[in-house]
């Protein structure tokens, strides 16, 4: 445990110094002047148009960021050949590749926090009342974008970097539109094709159930249930993906 909170502490630093604590900066700022703009074209509603561009930010840069580090997370380590050095020490792969996931989840979280606060205030600075719904949409996207990073990681196991960035955002959007996939009619009357949606659905995680914002923009209401429920697959689905790439990482060949 030790290891694994010194990796990880390591890995939070490293992304704390990049450039992207700098992009950070300037996607509040771009927030902040973008929701304005588009609020003084919002005759009625300044408020949700202010959240939905705000919320939309958040879980944009969570994608970006999940995707393009999470697919170099391991490639930039053995090319810099810091790889060796740190699993020639008394440090398992496992704990190791937690580590990673951990420092790089700590930013997701940060970064999440930042906009997803700012976004509030700025929806409530418009005239608009604050719920507990945003909460959970906001914890439900850095959620979704952990699935993401957890998915570029287990790419960049098993093919380039190139590859492994193209699938997770193959995932992001099968994620997404399974659902209404299975809703389709010509799905609904086709045998093979509703056993190809099943099986799917087994495989890539349903991002629409933790896509919230609809509930939050038009006021609908929620249940607790479906919340925890949603909660629940989310992070049984998180522990087989875990273990699916500690597994691969602690069976590859290295050299």
């Not at 060796?84 to 951990?102: A, E, Q």
Request: net charge positive; hydrophobic share 55%; proline share 2%.
């Amino acid at each position: 445990m030790k290891n694994l909170i010194n990796v990880a502490k390591y890995t939070f630093l490293e992304v704390y110094r990049s450039k992207l604590m700098i992009s950070l900066v300037f996607l509040a700022f771009g927030l902040v002047l973008v929701s304005y703009i588009a609020s003084e074209f919002a005759y009625g509603a300044p408020g949700k148009v202010s959240l939905d561009i705000g919320l939309g930010f958040m879980s944009l840069s969570n994608l970006i960021i999940a995707i393009f580090i999470g697919s170099t997370l391991l490639s930039r380590e053995i090319e810099q050949r810091t790889l060796y050095m740190i699993i020639s020490r008394p440090i398992s792969r496992p704990s190791f590749l937690m580590g990673k996931i951990l420092g790089l989840s700590s930013f997701l979280l940060i970064n999440t926090f930042i906009l997803g606060s700012l976004s509030i205030i700025l929806f409530i600075l418009h005239g608009g009342d604050f719920e507990k719904l945003f909460i959970w949409t906001i914890y439900f996207s850095f959620i979704e974008a952990l699935v993401v990073l957890v998915f570029a990681v287990l790419f960049s196991l098993i093919t380039n970097t190139t590859l492994s960035v193209v699938f997770s955002i193959c995932i992001f959007i099968v994620g997404h539109a399974l659902n209404e996939t299975s809703k389709l009619i010509f799905t609904k009357i086709s045998p093979f094709f509703t056993k190809i949606v099943e099986i799917s659905f087994v495989f890539v995680p349903n991002f629409y159930r933790l896509n919230l914002k609809d509930y939050v923009l038009y006021n609908q209401k929620i249940s607790q249930t479906y919340l925890m429920q949603t909660q629940l697959y989310i992070v049984f689905y998180l522990i087989a993906l875990l273990f699916l790439i500690t597994l691969i990482f602690k069976n590859k060949n290295l050299d």
